[in-house]
């Protein structure tokens, strides 16, 4: 079994065996997330992707507060197809795809980028340089990007993977020839089973 595969199933097995408000990461309100997309000054119908969004409820808020242009990626099929059944109707315009984001490919450039756990689960260097990549390839001109990940004192595991830590000075390293980093922060994660975990959110303009 290949890789993506490997990985596919993995996640999908977690969806299929638990609800979402059972998940680690889940958020009834993506309180930091929302505060810096909103804050970013991106007109309502600004293109958006959610890298790795799943099944979080970030596009359900995103829908509530009029934003037209959605797009959910995330390798599970389980997760994306429990948001479509979560949302009904309401995200009958959102384009989902069911993609790792290293073999994503679009014709679409994106005005804001968002990622929340997904990126620091890739721990080796090309992997994290193909992400770049893709994000440079994808993001349009003067675009933004919204990332959180774990912090420096976060856990060094996520649903047993090993993830890779972060701080703003790290993920400003990665992208720091085209990006200007606008506003990072940390905050803390209460799990839904009272796990306190520690993340550093950045949002980088893109300058060139």
């Known amino acids: 079994m290949n890789e993506f595969l490997t990985k596919k199933n993995y996640w999908d097995t977690i969806y299929q065996e638990k609800p979402t408000i059972e998940l680690g990461w889940f958020q009834e309100v993506p309180a930091m997330s929302l505060d ?3 804050s970013s000054g991106i007109k309502i119908d600004a293109k958006i992707i959610d890298i790795g969004g799943g099944d979080s409820l970030l596009v ?5 507060l009029g934003y037209l242009n959605i797009t959910v990626l995330d390798l599970s099929k389980s997760a994306i197809e429990r948001a479509k059944s979560r949302l009904g109707s309401k995200g009958s315009n959102v384009n989902w795809i069911c ?3 290293r073999d994503f490919n679009t014709d679409e450039k994106f005005d ?3 990622d929340r756990a997904c990126f620091h689960f890739l721990i080796d260097n090309a992997d994290i340089q193909i992400y770049a990549s893709k994000l440079n390839q994808f993001l349009a001109e003067k675009g933004t990007v919204v990332l959180g990940t774990f912090s420096k004192t976060g856990p060094k595991k996520c649903s047993g993977l090993p993830i890779k830590q972060y701080d703003s000075k790290t993920i400003t390293q990665i992208f720091t020839q085209d990006f200007h980093l606008e506003k990072n922060m940390e905050a803390t994660h209460i799990t839904p089973s009272l796990a306190r975990q520690n993340y550093v959110f950045c949002r980088l303009k893109r300058i060139t």
């Open 99 to 101: 993609s790792d984001i």
């Open 36 to 38: 810096l997309i909103k």
């Open 60 to 64: 359900d808020h995103l829908l509530e």
């Open 112 to 114: 804001l980028w968002h």
